[in-house]
Antibody
Framework: QVLLHQWGAGLLKPSETLSLTCAVYGGSFSGYYWSWIRQPPGKGLEWIGEINHSGSTKYNPSLKSRVTISLDTSKNQFSLKVRSVTAADTAVYYC??????????????????WGRGTLVTVSS | SSELTQDPAVSVALGQTVRITCQGDSLRRYYASWYQQKPGQAPVLVIYGKNTRPSGVPDRFSGSSSGNTASLTITGAQAEDEADYYCNSRDSSGDHLFGGGTKLTVL
């Protein structure tokens, strides 16, 4: 059974850097995309970005200037950094595995595994 | 447009059928995936692709797609199905999109 275990600091001050790590246990790191998603309190899901096993990244344009996602294949881990946080970055942050394929004329992309989430609060 | 639109709230009587919809231009290129989220929990994948349920998801959950609209149908809704439901797909730039979510109430 593949599990995603995530951790990182839960309380930050404005202007600090958010740092979270997600470890993949019980399965291969290769052949998948790995993503970060967040959810502000009482609101919906927002995709932050993703990285594939080769290290290629893609970011939400609204966050791109402040976000870095990296991976450590030797440890089966990937990480998220968000610089210069503000109260608007307060959210539960999830790591997730992304799978993809094709079926007929349409592409399939989905998040099949999720971490348990980390609440990050930004407050002075 | 680069967005996915869902009704904010839907209700269904216990044991009845409910359909939750998701609209967006990206659904003409990408299948939607659907996630169930209960309070305080991480989202759980319930439908992906044309109509595929991950192992462990009850067969009362089904999906369909036509044009720019994807639908999640629960046939014979149960009390434990009360949750928020989110659709997701890529957009034309390859970024992931989530719908705003639908809060399902089972009466």
């Amino acid at each position: 059974q593949v599990l995603l275990h995530q951790w990182g600091a839960g309380l930050l001050k404005p202007s600090e850097t958010l740092s979270l790590t997600c470890a993949v246990y019980g399965g291969s790191f290769s052949g998948y995309y790995w993503s970060w998603i967040r959810q502000p309190p009482g609101k919906g899901l927002e995709w932050i970005g993703e990285i594939n096993h080769s290290g290629s990244t893609k970011y939400n344009p609204s966050l791109k200037s402040r976000v870095t996602i990296s991976l450590d294949t030797s440890k089966n881990q990937f990480s998220l950094k968000v610089r210069s946080v503000t109260a608007a970055d307060t959210a539960v942050y999830y790591c997730a595995r992304v799978r993809y394929g094709g079926q007929g004329s349409l592409e399939i992309w989905y998040f099949d595994l999720w971490g348990r989430g980390t609440l990050v609060t930004v407050s002075s | 447009s680069s967005e996915l639109t869902q009704d904010p709230a839907v209700s269904v009587a216990l044991g009845q059928t409910v359909r939750i919809t998701c609209q967006g231009d990206s659904l003409r290129r990408y299948y939607a995936s659907w996630y169930q989220q209960k309070p305080g929990q991480a989202p759980v994948l319930v439908i992906y692709g044309k109509n595929t349920r991950p192992s462990g998801v009850p067969d009362r959950f089904s999906g369909s797609s036509s044009g720019n609209t994807a639908s999640l149908t629960i046939t014979g809704a149960q009390a434990e199905d009360e949750a928020d439901y989110y659709c997701n797909s890529r957009d034309s730039s390859g970024d992931h999109l989530f719908g705003g979510g639908t809060k399902l109430t089972v009466l």
